[in-house]
């Protein structure tokens, strides 16, 4: 959650705050400043004392294992003492350890033998003794211990008779007595405590007054280099402190004394400081409030009147004032009187520029979408019916292209002028492009939406004049009624969209009615769409192939690659089904693509004589990048290029015959064979063969089935083929399915066929067996 600068009434008030706050974080940086240089001097004093004690202390150890090393030393020579550990005597050892440990103020005193034996008080302490004078390491006459979370000090004298016979060994137990002894010698308050290690790494209090830590365990590690200095947060408040570890049996110490300082005892002595420098800022804080209080009174007054001028201002009424002086503030009040005589005129064009089309005067999608969910609401309050057209010029496109931009707005805005005239009973807008829309609302007969939708059909049948112009155009139009067909404005306005590309697919100039099969249908296609972009990515396509069959050298001469889409779910999909939805929405490119790279790199495992013919759709001609595509599946496949033919249709001439034609001869220049397919269907394809040398014509299908039966149809083959010899193309007749039919191909002179008589598409791994077959077995 981020935090936001409150907001104030006043500016006087912002002002006042702004300048406090300022001069606040002034101090706040002062007083951290001031605090971080008292704690690091406080830290440094902290470290000489606490080094100083500890050096005392190092000297106190020292004193002391002398002074022990000396007890045990006197006894060790007593000739007496060295007697009885020869000869074994115990009642009279320990009679003379019991008088020393009393003179010495040892916890214990005890004799190990050379066998490890000892002689002395029993239990824990006393088996750690016969391991010491063994596991001590050579030139050490001490150790520090831990026994039963005890921690001891053991001193030991070797006994010589004259041979050394065993040790003398002083035990002194370090409790609180001894950590008292240093606190006493220190000048500051230092707080010393025995630390006894677990065997794991971790280091507790012998006096259970420091619990385990990690921070503690930490400093005693680094210790054992070097004099460390730590800030540690105990149970008791938070200490400077140093530890000492303890030589034991080991490398690994096992006990060890921490000497720590509370933090508070160390900043003790400075809060004088830092109390004077709280009092010194709180001081200066009032003065900077009432300074800038003053000041942005001087500021504000003037402001606060432009502001109430402004309020009347955006209630719409004119306001003036004036104030005295040449400042910023004064010429601000004069360019707001200026400001304030002009505003309320724009303010009006401006309403109006936001809800309506600038080119037309009508209403635009804003307003539009706004009226509908009013007329929606009234209906229901109130009863009646509403009706939404949809409409779209036809060819609109075509008017921009020839007679260019300034004819085509002249165009739209006579067609809003005459759809206004017509519907003078409905609310007519532009919703953008060639894109109109109409709301009938209220009480109004059921027919009136068809009657309506007639009457702009009838009204378009004439040459519009626009701009000098008479240009010939129609309308589609898509209507749904409410609330049969939706029951908000979302709804109504898709449905009646969807009757409009109804009105479109139906040939245009008409006007359809929404269908719920529409709704269906449109969310199928959706469906189909987000399924094929899936089967791009998932490689969901496949290639069948039918083969071309060479009736001069009776042999298979070729084969067209046919995609085939195998969806996981709904099986085998055929290509009527998701072919024009990806033309429709671009997918076909990235298809189209696949399918040349695949079909070249099949291709590559058949005989040099067979060619792949690959289709190629109007949109992946309009593709800049459609040559690339194909020398790149060449390159990859090592197809070479004359084994390749590129099947188009008439329709990739639709958007310009030039730039196609320029694209065919590049093509036919790298030696790729070029069709034209489904000829004899449209209406221009003898302009484009003259237009163009195509290596093939491709005989439409409707031609072919009624070959035999309709002698117009044998005709028109007849004249295709002879036409194709003149021009020195070759032809293929497609959907061959009968003797009969291949035979009347035969005899007219027909090169190819293709057809269910000689082969279904097939996958590619039963080419192979359809090489071997010959046209005879098929007749």
Known sequence: MSLRWPRFRHLRTKLSVLYASLFAVTLVLLAVVAQVMIWTHARDSVRQELVTSGSVYDRLWSLRSQSLIASADLLSRDFGFRAAVASGDRPTIASALANISNRAEVTAAFVVDQDGQVTGPSGALAATVARFPFAVPDGRRDAVVVVAGQVYRLIMSPVMAPMQVGWVVFAVQLDGMEMQGLERLSAIPLIATIMRSDGAGRWHAADRSVGSDAAVDDLVEASRSSRTLATLNLSTGRAFAIAKPLAGLTNRPQAAILIRYPLNAALTPYLPLQAGIALAGLAGLILVVLGSRRLAMGIAGPIAALEAAARALEEGSRAHIVVKGRDEISRLAASFD?????????????????????????????????????????????????????????????????????????????????????????????LGGDEYAMILSGQFDADRPRILAQSILDIMRQPVVADGHHIATAVSIGI????????????????????????????????????????????????????????????????????????????????????????????????????????????????????????????????????????????????????????????????????????????????????????????????????????????????????????????????????????????????????????????????????????????????????????????????????????????
């Open 480 to 779: 749904a009624i409410g609330p049969v067909d939706g029951e908000d404005a979302d709804e109504l306005l898709k449905n009646a969209d969807l009757a409009l590309y109804l009105a479109k697919e139906d040939g245009r100039g008409v006007f359809r009615f929404f269908e719920p099969s529409l709704d269906a249908a449109a969310r199928w296609r959706r469906q189909v769409e987000l399924d094929l972009r899936a089967a791009i990515q998932a490689g969901q396509f496949v290639l069948n192939y039918q083969p071309v069959f060479d009736l001069k050298a009776d042999r298979i001469g070729g084969f067209e690659a046919l995609v085939r889409w195998h969806h996981p779910e709904r099986g085998i999909v055929p290509p009527a089904e998701f072919i024009p939805i990806a033309e429709d929405t671009g997918l076909i490119i990235a298809i189209g693509e696949w399918v040349m790279q695949e079909a070249c790199r099949q291709a590559m495992h058949w005989p040099e004589h067979i060619r792949v013919a690959v289709n190629v759709s109007p949109l992946q001609f309009r593709n800049s990048g459609l040559q690339a595509i194909i020398l790149q599946a060449l390159a990859h496949s090592g197809l070479a290029p004359d084994r390749l033919e590129i099947e188009i249709t008439e329709s990739v001439f639709l958007d310009g015959e030039g730039p196609v034609i320029a694209l065919l001869h590049t093509l036919r220049a790298m030696g790729i064979r070029v069709a034209l397919d489904d000829f004899g269907t449209g209406y221009s394809s003898l302009s484009y063969l003259r237009s163009f040398p195509f290596d093939k014509i491709k005989i439409d299908r409707s031609f072919i089935t009624s070959i035999a039966t309709d002698p117009s149809a044998a005709a028109i083959v007849r004249a295709i083929v002879d036409l194709a010899t003149a021009l020195d193309m070759e032809t293929t007749a497609e959907g061959v399915e009968d003797t009969g039919q291949l035979d009347l191909l035969r005899g007219e002179g027909c090169g190819n066929i293709q057809g269910y008589l000689f082969s279904r598409p097939v996958e590619s791994g039963r080419i192979a067996g359809l090489l071997e077959n010959r046209i005879s077995r098929a007749a």
């Open 338 to 430: 200026r400001m304030s005589a002009g505003i309320l005129e724009r303010e009006n064009r401006i309403t109006h520029l936001a809800f309506h089309d600038v080119l037309t005067g009508l209403p635009n999608r804003t307003f539009f979408r706004q009226s509908l969910d009013q007329a929606i609401l009234q209906v229901r309050r109130t009863g009646g019916g509403i009706a939404v057209l949809c409409l779209d010029l036809d060819r609109f496109k075509g008017v921009n292209d020839t007679l260019g931009h300034p004819v085509g707005d002249a165009l739209l805005k006579a067609i809003g002028t005459m759809l206004s005239e017509v519907a003078p009973d409905g609310l007519v807008s532009r």
